[in-house]
């Protein structure tokens, strides 16, 4: 059981280059988030799922885009990178039985 | 738009003394609130909520209505509580509105 895994780890962008972030859970999870930390900010809802086929807005979604076509996995897509993006981006999931998000180890992006 | 504020971005206590991280939330109903902590290195994860009434790892956190707060205390802190804390809580539908964190530094 892997629980919530990221790929990549690291990446750095150009800008205006696109690129997806990748996000599998194993444990059946119907709830699925995606997160921006910033330092000074904290965690940013970017975009959360409620199952497959089902996706919306959160805090910040401006410049990114979600598909969920599958309950394991929720890729992050970012289609025109901007250095305002640089971040590290965190994937979670909720069972509907124990009300806890867990965390991916995040994916560092760095644009320039 | 409900809200969750923890107005310090930095808190250093010694090694033994009490801690208390603050948390301030805005919410027209009756909240469900979280406290996460990131360790260096480690993933995000759940410390308590509210609705366990427990105590993790010495720490514990009383919801107040009456001052919407959630403030997250220790009695005496150790070397190891060093890391970040966020406190949240869900609106609607599992939907999580996370403050902006606290970093505890405990000081030998």
């Known amino acids: 059981n892997a629980g919530v895994t990221q790929t990549p780890k690291f990446r750095i962008l150009k800008i205006g280059q696109s690129m997806t972030l990748q996000c599998t859970q194993d444990?059946?999870?119907?709830?699925m988030y995606w997160y921006r930390q910033d330092p000074g900010m904290g965690l940013k809802l970017i975009y959360y799922?409620?199952?497959?086929?089902?996706?919306d807005k959160g805090e910040v979604p401006n410049g990114y885009n979600v598909s969920r076509s599958t309950t394991e996995d929720f890729p992050l897509r970012l289609e025109l990178a901007a250095p305002s993006q640089t971040s590290v981006y965190f994937c979670?999931?909720?069972?509907?039985?124990?009300?806890?998000?867990?965390f991916g180890p995040g994916t560092r992006l760095l644009v320039l | 738009a409900q809200r969750v504020t923890q107005p310090e971005k930095l808190l250093s206590v010694f090694k033994g003394a009490p801690v208390e991280l603050k948390c301030n939330y805005s919410?027209?109903?009756?909240?469900?609130l979280f406290w996460y902590v990131q360790y260096s290195r480690q993933r995000l994860q759940l410390l308590l909520r509210?609705?366990s009434r427990e105590s993790i790892k010495g720490f514990t956190a009383d919801l107040n209505k009456g001052e919407t707060s959630f403030h997250l205390k220790k009695p005496f802190a150790q070397e190891e509580d060093s890391a970040m804390y966020y406190c949240?809580?869900?609106?609607?539908?599992?939907?999580?509105?996370f403050g902006t964190g606290t970093r505890l530094k405990v000081l030998a």
């Open positions: 949240a809580l869900i609106e609607g539908t599992y939907k999580y509105i």
């Open positions: 509210h609705i």
């Open positions: 444990m059946n999870h119907n709830y």
């Open positions: 799922s409620v199952g497959a086929g089902i996706t």
């Open positions: 979670a999931s909720l069972g509907r039985a124990v009300e806890t998000q867990y």
């Open positions: 919410y027209s109903g009756s909240p469900e």
